[in-house]
C-alpha cells in the first residue's frame, strides 16, 4: 500500500542529484551580460571561424536570431553536440553571459522585400 522505504529513498537521491546536477551545469552570473565583452571573446575564442564575425553562420550553425535562452545556451556550449566544447575551465560563466549578450545584439539579415537592389531586379519582367 505504502511505497516500500528503499524506494522512497532511492527516488529521493535520484531527486537530489538531478538537482545537484542542474544547480553545476546552469550558470547564475550575478549581472546581465556584457555585449561589448562578449565580442571580444566571440573574436579570442574563434566563434566567428565556424559562425561567421555576424553569427551568420558558416561551417557551424546560424546563430543570430540567437532564440536560446541564457541558461539553454550555456548548456549548449559546455557540452555540444558536434562543435568543440567550452568548459568552466576555458569560458566562465560571466564570459558565457557575455558572449549570449553579444549574439542578441547582432543584427539579422535584411528581409528581400527591404533590400532595394533585390526588389528592383524581381520586379522587373
Ligand atoms: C570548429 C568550429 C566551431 C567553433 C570554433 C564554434 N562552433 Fe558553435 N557550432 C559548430 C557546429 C558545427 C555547430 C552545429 C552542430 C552542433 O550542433 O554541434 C555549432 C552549433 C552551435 C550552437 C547551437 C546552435 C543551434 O541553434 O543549434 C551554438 C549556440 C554555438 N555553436 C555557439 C558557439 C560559440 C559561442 C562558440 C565560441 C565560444 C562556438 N560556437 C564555436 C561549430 C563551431
Known amino acids: ?6 524506494r522512497a529513498g532511492t527516488a529521493a537521491a535520484v531527486l537530489l542529484s538531478v538537482a545537484g546536477l542542474s544547480a553545476q551545469s ?19 575564442y574563434s566563434c566567428y571561424a565556424c559562425h561567421g564575425y555576424d553569427g551568420h553562420g558558416g561551417a557551424g550553425a546560424r546563430l543570430v536570431p540567437m532564440r536560446m535562452n541564457l541558461p539553454g545556451f550555456a548548456a549548449y556550449v559546455r557540452n555540444p553536440r558536434q562543435m568543440p ?27 528581400a522585400r527591404d533590400i532595394p537592389l533585390l526588389t528592383k531586379i524581381m520586379s522587373e519582367k
Open 1 to 6: 500500500m505504502s511505497i516500500p522505504f528503499s
Open 26 to 44: 546552469v550558470p547564475a552570473p550575478a549581472q546581465a551580460g556584457k555585449p561589448e565583452a562578449g565580442k571580444d571573446v566571440y573574436l579570442r
Open 85 to 111: 566544447p567550452y568548459t568552466a575551465q576555458v569560458l566562465a560563466d560571466t564570459q558565457l553571459a557575455d558572449l549570449w549578450a553579444y549574439i542578441k545584439s547582432l543584427p539579422e539579415s535584411a528581409a
